[in-house]
């Protein structure tokens, strides 16, 4: 058999002092932090103005597809991704992973150097083992071919951001 117990009644006072600290404290997390560090540029670049984003085009690397996307960039910080219009493959649309991947950019475990195997390595020693691993390709067959995002599609240069690798 069941044991119906009964639970303590709790009154109309009680109640609201519980939904007030809740309401409160969900209130107080959705307040916005100040900025504790915001410098500004000492010298800034001719292509800035402050307050006012500018665009670059890039490719995606969010999946396989290697979509053509428009970077906003404010003050500096990329802050929106879009479909890039003109682009053959995409004609401007843009995956939900690929407009997430913006989140990747300041995601504390990422990758800020190349590595092999999980250690770090150089530029120069990543493009030896990438360039040993297509020549092995081309001897085992000759008829092979592969695609990169960086590659040209249909008369489309890489992006400025493809070609152009972060110091190590």
Do not use: N
Request: with cysteine.
């Amino acid at each position: 058999m069941c044991a119906i117990t009964e639970t303590p009644r709790t009154d109309r006072r009680s109640f609201l002092k519980v939904l007030g600290i809740g309401a409160a404290a969900s209130l107080a997390a959705c307040k916005r932090r100040p900025v504790e560090h915001a410098l500004p540029y000492l010298v800034p670049p001719e292509e800035i103005t402050p307050g006012v984003p500018v665009r670059y085009a890039s490719t995606c690397a969010a999946c396989p597809a290697a979509c053509g996307l428009l970077v906003s960039v404010l003050d500096g910080r990329p802050v929106k991704l879009e479909g890039r219009p003109d682009h053959p493959l995409s004609g401007g649309g843009l995956c939900a992973t690929g407009q997430a991947d913006l989140r990747a950019l300041y995601d504390a475990g990422r990758l800020r150097a190349p590595s092999l195997g999980g250690k770090p390595a150089t530029w120069a020693a990543l493009d030896a083992y990438v360039a040993a691993g297509l020549e092995g390709l081309r001897r085992s067959s000759p008829a092979a071919t592969y695609a990169s995002s960086a590659a040209q599609v249909a008369g489309f240069p890489p992006s400025e951001g493809a070609r152009r690798r972060p110091a190590a």
